[in-house]
């Protein structure tokens, strides 16, 4: 059973940088996409970034592009972002997606459980 693990999430003043951690585990064969989403209060849930495993291409979404940056460790399964001049609209719960496949299941995506970020003006 895959399992998706967040990290680093907590409490920050605006202006400063945060980092989150995503890692997978339990019959990943490949992660073939690795995202980030975010819900904000009272909004819908928003893809935040995205990293593919082949080409290493990148996306970010226009509100968040030139102030995060997403990275991914191929060989360890995990992949981060990296969230900078954190502003207080950047509070919310951020959650790490992966296209993941197993032998199992083939490839289907998968959440973690989430992670708080706010930021403090």
């Known amino acids: 059973q895959v399992e998706l693990v967040e990290s680093g999430g907590g409490l920050a003043q605006a202006g400063e940088s945060l980092e989150l951690s995503c890692t997978a585990s339990?019959?990943?064969?490949?992660?073939?996409?690795m995202s980030w989403y975010r819900q904000t209060p009272g909004k819908q849930r928003e893809l935040v970034a995205t990293?593919?495993?082949?080409?290493?291409?990148?996306n970010y979404a226009d509100s968040v592009k030139g102030r995060v940056d997403i990275s991914s460790d191929i060989d360890n399964r995990a992949w981060y972002l990296q969230i900078h001049s954190l502003k207080p609209e950047d509070t919310g719960v951020y959650y790490c997606?992966?296209?993941?496949?197993?032998?199992?299941?083939?490839?289907?995506?998968?959440w973690g459980q989430g992670t708080q970020v706010t930021v403090s003006s």
């Open positions: 990293v593919t495993r082949v080409g290493g291409r990148k």
């Open positions: 997606n992966g296209n993941i496949y197993t032998w199992s299941e083939g490839s289907r995506d998968y």
């Open positions: 339990g019959g990943v064969v490949a992660i073939n996409i």
